[in-house]
């Protein structure tokens, strides 16, 4: 977190994770596959073809790590 800038002050580490975005591991290295609605609208998001690529190292964290 101290070297991310998130314009949503990080509210997807929030207890419960009640806030944290759909996003899913395809085994790609930082990234993970954008399951959001909007997700053009993210800082975060890459698009790929037809895809969104989440590029956002704490969510990758949360996904990878911790299986969130």
Known sequence: ???TI???GF???EPG???LCKAVD???KDML???EVK???CHFSVPFGEW???RCPIRAYLAKELKV
């Open 1 to 3: 977190m101290g070297h």
């Open 6 to 8: 998130c314009p949503k």
């Open 11 to 13: 509210r997807c580490c």
């Open 17 to 19: 994770f009640e806030q």
């Open 26 to 28: 395809m085994s790609l």
């Open 33 to 35: 596959a954008c399951q």
């Open 39 to 41: 997700s053009a609208a």
């Open 52 to 54: 969104h690529f989440c």
